[in-house]
């Protein structure tokens, strides 16, 4: 597994982050501490949670192997989000992300996370309530370091004009289908529907400042058709991936992984496999390089045009 560096601020990172929203579907407690044991294996030390994945049950099993196993936690990156209160608001209010913090704690079985995400914007969101929550979780020792998910460069100015500590992550969804942030910039001053900037240039602005993205949902087309991998709405990209999976002895979706890798923002992935095989499978992405040409005829073939 290849390392890198989060922002400037966090080294040995695993380029690869696990996503554990969907842990709750495994059988027990003794296969979450399997896939957990079997990322650490690989290399992976990066755990990406949220206060809202499994009403909490997520982390509450994840914490369940930690508490039996707390030798884990000094080789782990732990990351958990909050300010979605689900069906209802998002809300950003102090009282609010400290109770999401201190219950994350608990069922983390931990005494602090290493970074907190606020997740999903909040139309209410007051940026000098913000920090002083912040100021507050950090001088605690609960939260070392601070990002967003779904934010636009204006969003994250605007807390970053009250923060005192830096925005080291923005979470977005990113996938070769799913690439709208990349598709405004390559038609940019063209009147067709791909040139609409929809999150007000994102990508460059979170390179400009030293923000990992962390690509969410890398093999997802929408939340209605599910998976692109093997999905008859998108044979021609699916050609092209079992083509290059062939030429580099991977999975079609290591190749979908390696399109986000060999992008030069050096983002870093967030994989939601339950399954150790998918998740040895997929980080195969790190062995290999994809060429220039082949990244633009993956991204040509999700039927997206060049001007």
């Not at 601020?9 to 695993?14: E, G």
């Not at 030390?45 to 909490?56: L, M, P, R, S, V």
């Not at 994350?104 to 999903?120: A, F, G, K, Q």
Request: proline share 4%.
């Amino acid at each position: 597994m290849k390392m890198f560096q989060i922002s400037d601020k966090i080294d040995n990172v695993s380029r690869i982050g696990i996503g554990c929203m969907r842990i709750t579907g495994l059988s027990d407690e003794k296969a979450v501490r399997s896939l957990i044991e079997g990322a650490l294996e690989c290399g992976i030390n990066f755990f990406d949670h949220a206060d809202i994945y499994g009403g909490g049950k997520s982390e509450e099993l994840f914490g369940e192997v930690l508490k039996r196993h707390p030798e884990y936690r000094k080789q782990m990156i732990i990351q958990t989000k909050c300010g979605i209160v689900p069906g209802k608001r998002y809300d950003f209010s102090k009282g609010h992300i400290l109770k999401c913090v201190n219950e994350s704690l608990e069922r983390l079985h931990t005494d602090y996370v290493d970074i907190l995400l606020l997740h999903r914007p909040d139309a209410l969101c007051d940026p000098q309530e913000v920090a002083e929550t912040f100021n507050e979780l950090y001088e605690a020792g609960k939260v070392h370091y601070f990002g967003v998910s779904n934010h636009t460069p204006l969003q994250i100015e605007l807390l970053k004009k009250y923060l005192k500590y830096p925005i080291i992550i923005n979470q977005l969804q990113l996938s070769i289908v799913h690439s709208v942030m990349i598709d405004s910039g390559l038609n940019m001053n063209m009147k067709e529907a791909f040139a609409q900037d929809k999150d007000g240039g994102v990508l460059d602005y979170c390179r400009l400042n030293d923000i990992t993205i962390q690509p969410w949902s890398s093999i997802q087309a929408s939340w209605a058709e599910g998976t692109f991998i093997d999905h008859p709405n998108y044979q021609k990209l699916n050609d092209v991936m079992q083509q290059l999976a062939h030429k580099y002895q991977v999975t079609k979706p290591a190749i979908a992984i390696a399109w986000l890798l060999r992008h030069p923002a050096h983002m870093q992935p967030i994989v939601g496999t339950t399954s150790s095989q998918h998740l040895k499978e997929t980080i195969k992405a790190c062995d290999f390089t994809l060429t220039r040409q082949e990244w633009y005829d993956l991204y040509l073939a999700s039927e997206k045009p060049l001007p």
